[in-house]
């Protein structure tokens, strides 16, 4: 008989009662689902359903169900002592520690008793579907279904369909899913998934540009916030999420894509799990915190009083020359307009993903005077500069005085190819492609999965299109050139649609 995920009498085996598992058996529950909630630990589940119930109660407090319906919710959810309760399931959720020994384990003993029919799902975070699957008997019913902590808040789950998952299993979980209110996306099974993967262009870049000593943890915070447009910096999400989750993860994905680049984590992370210097849990991380664990942040330094005699602008850019003149003049700045500048003159350059001593000396420009801002984001917010190594610091210091004129602060870097969000955000749009060229996922889910699994202002492929397909890709191919770090290649994918000129979001 074939698998009716829309049946109204389907049951959801949820095993472990901690975090994640409450929050899946809440959200089934809540979705008109019946229930059966089981842990190794004796109380927990029962501490779970308690936990639930208050859930419940809130929601109906808050006019977003009725107390009626609370009550009945809760009343789908059954506390069960051993697994063999599960025989009535049609789907069975694990969600137990991530370790593979024990998942296989427990596996192979649900296998035992549910019926032939059944689903079996892992909540893995880190682990290959497929391997947790290896050694069922019948690992075509298996898949993974992981969900997104807190699941209450969190609206994505993804469907990971594993090396012999049989595409009917994850067509139901895809609409169990949606039955739970959640929004479910579809994936292979690959390191990280989706979100996870996507996650490392973020975490990981921010901290090379940390270990390069290219720019301070405040700084790039303020940058990827203000000029990116991230919710939270990179060192901030990874204080909350503790450097003993975030650099185990980075390393794993980095390894079982046999050290493929893109995913090379840093030393300084180890150096610092080893530390136990973790974040807000060992109360002590990237920053230092106060007797009620608020991060101790130093006020940004008041912008310089020097303005330039006067400054020009390098058309080497069209689009950043056009952006940079239009704001220079809205700050009333002394422009000169000619094909060359003065022999006094503030040199400004606006390269993509080229730092200011290549772009100086490829375009024949004074060093000693030129400083580069980037243009490839908005400059509404915070603007970021970065000279070379022979500018004059009063050159430096006029740029940065004439840029903060109008009270937007200004971040000043070390010199680097690509800035700060120019790099971050152009690892994120290269991890992207290369999820859409392997056809892990569609793009659309690609993009959905990030913006709700991981709050970005844009999916990997739409902020290609937001900033310019074309221009992130020149970004990617200047930063290769010239650190010749193959992180940095441009993936075919982006390659072909910068070539073409259409959507990263373009599909095949």
Not at 209 to 221: N, R, T
Not at 299 to 316: G, Q
Not at 472 to 479: G, K, R, T, W
Request: aromatic share 6%; with cysteine.
């Amino acid at each position: 008989m074939a698998f009716d995920p829309n049946r109204p009498d389907l049951v959801v085996g949820v095993l472990g009662a901690g975090a994640m598992g409450r929050g899946i058996a809440q959200v089934a529950a809540g979705g008109g689902m019946r229930v059966l909630l089981m842990d190794a630990k004796p109380g927990l589940a029962a501490e779970a359903r308690g936990f639930i119930g208050k859930m419940f109660d809130r929601a109906a407090e808050k006019g977003q169900m009725t107390a009626a319906d609370a009550a009945a919710a809760l009343g789908r959810v059954e506390v069960v002592e051993s697994m063999e309760a599960f025989s009535a399931a049609h789907l069975v959720v694990e969600a137990i520690i991530e370790n593979l020994a024990i998942k296989q384990q427990t596996f192979a003993e649900l296998e035992k008793v549910v019926s032939p029919e059944c689903i079996l799902a892992t909540n893995t975070s880190s682990l290959s579907v497929t391997t947790i699957s290896a050694k069922l008997a019948t690992a075509s019913r298996f898949a993974g279904f992981h969900f997104f902590n807190p699941v209450p808040l969190m609206k994505l789950v993804e469907v990971i369909d594993g090396v012999q998952t049989q595409p009917w299993v994850g067509d139901a979980l895809m609409v169990i899913g949606r039955r739970m209110t959640r929004e479910p996306v579809r994936c292979v099974d690959v390191p990280g998934f989706i979100v996870n993967q996507v996650g490392r262009g973020f975490t990981i870049e921010s901290a090379h540009v940390l270990q390069e000593s290219l720019a301070g943890i405040v700084d790039v915070d303020r940058v990827m916030r203000d000029v990116g447009g991230f919710r939270m910096g990179p060192f901030e999400l990874m204080e909350l999420t503790g450097l003993d989750v975030t650099h185990p993860a980075s390393e794993a994905i980095y390894q079982q894509f046999y050290d493929e680049p893109r995913y090379r984590p840093v030393m300084l992370m180890r150096a610092r799990c080893e530390a136990g210097v973790l974040g807000r849990k060992s109360k002590r991380g990237f920053y230092d915190y106060d007797a009620d664990m608020k991060p101790l942040v130093p006020a940004e330094a008041p912008a310089p009083d020097a303005r330039p005699a006067s400054v020009w602008v390098s058309r080497a850019e069209p689009q950043g020359h056009e952006a940079l003149v239009a704001l220079l003049d809205s700050l009333g700045a002394p422009l000169e307009r000619g094909e060359q500048p003065s022999a006094g003159a503030l040199i400004l350059v606006t390269p993509y993903g080229t730092d200011a001593t290549h772009s100086a000396v490829e375009q024949g420009l004074d060093p000693a005077r030129t400083v580069a801002v980037d243009t490839l984001f908005p400059m509404d917010r915070r603007r970021t500069i970065m000279g070379t190594p022979v500018t004059d610091p009063a050159m430096l210091a006029a740029a940065h005085g004439l840029l903060a004129s109008d009270g937007r602060p200004v971040t000043v870097m070390r010199d680097s190819p690509g800035f700060i969000a120019q790099r971050v955000v152009a690892m994120i749009c290269n991890i992207g492609c290369s999820i859409a060229q392997m056809k892990t996922a569609s793009p659309a889910d690609i993009d959905k999965a990030v913006t709700l699994g991981l709050n970005y202002p844009n999916g990997p492929l739409r902020f290609g299109d937001v900033v310019g397909v074309r221009r992130i890709h020149a970004v990617l191919e200047n930063m290769y050139r010239l650190l010749g770090d193959p992180r940095y290649r441009p993936n075919i994918w982006m390659t072909r649609r910068a070539r073409l000129g259409v959507s990263l979001l373009t599909p095949e």
